[in-house]
């Protein structure tokens, strides 16, 4: 009795993998049981790389994320066919002695079928079995088709904010070095570099939306790691807008929307709530001849951000960083003779 009632998980299975397909390859979004997935190998990832060669560790975590997101998607399918084939007597036989097929002959069965690799040696029994039997290849196909859906747009997406974050660490590693190199080095000034910036964060913040769980990726290089180049992007948006002196730079409303957009997609992802971090040394730019606020303007029209700050921070110790490669403890080496 309880043998002939396995179809019932069986299809509930093979829906839930369905509707997860769904929702993470063509919805923006992250599936429940993609998450479940993600969170479960992210966690111990994350522990692990505590103990040795943090970097290292965290530079695997989009291999292990979608390895291990592929291997439950194809695992679940296997196993919902499997319960619904097994549910009754005599719906696998052997192909040859028309002999009625055990379990291990079942899961067989069901792998050469959702693999669209044909019957081998076994066959469906009945009408309603070589019906199955032809839905079961129709959602193998549909799995190997949604499993390309889900991993080309991630690929693309990770070299697009690799490519986001070495365009930032070439202008500038820390926010003070951005907003030096801006001012003297860029031919359209601090306003040309950060619409440049701003033009590409777009495209990031946008994949980023439709793929929430991006935010669990990790690099293992400074330079190419959105996670904490974004950060010292968005501090010197914040040092431009309350530190320098004269009207208000064109275009920091474009950018501070993309960088607050990326900050709620990492929100959806990740629950941190970090202390807000220091405030920004002006010295050195001060002595570079920048046309700056006091430090008590500065620092009062600062008060007004501590949100925005710390969900930067947030963003680069999730990623293993410290907020010192950020505030940048080295002496900018631009003067204004350069220019």
Known sequence: ???????????????????????????????????????????????LSRLVHPREVLAWTPGVLVIGTLLVWIALTWLGWVLIFWSVPGWVVGADEGTQAQLGAVVYFVGFTISTLGLGELRPEGQLPRVLTALAALDGFFLVTFSITFLTPLAQA???????????????????????????????????????????????????????????????????????????????????????????????????????????SFAQVHDSDPPVPPLPDLAALREAGLPLRDDADFAARLEGEAALRRALHAMVRQAGWSWDRVAGTRTPTLSLEAM
């Open 158 to 264: 990770h070299g697009a904010r690799r490519e986001l974050a070495l365009r930032i660490h070439r202008a500038g590693d820390t926010a003070q070095q951005l907003v030096l190199s801006g001012w003297q080095e860029h031919p359209q000034g601090l306003e040309g570099l950060f619409a440049e910036m701003a033009s590409d964060l777009v495209q990031v913040d946008a994949q980023h939306r439709n793929a929430p769980y991006l935010h669990r990726f990790h690099d293992r290089f400074a330079e190419e790691d959105v996670h904490l180049l974004l950060p010292a992007l968005g501090e010197a948006l914040l040092i431009a807008e309350h530190g320098l002196k004269g009207p208000r730079l064109r275009g920091l409303r474009t950018l501070r929307a993309s960088v607050m957009g990326m900050l709620e």
């Open 1 to 47: 009795m309880l043998r002939s009632l396995l179809w019932v998980p069986g299809t509930l299975i093979l829906l839930a993998v369905l509707a997860d397909l769904l929702v993470t390859s063509l919805k923006s979004g992250e599936g429940r049981l993609t998450r479940l997935v993600h969170t479960g190998l992210y966690r111990p990832m994350r522990a």
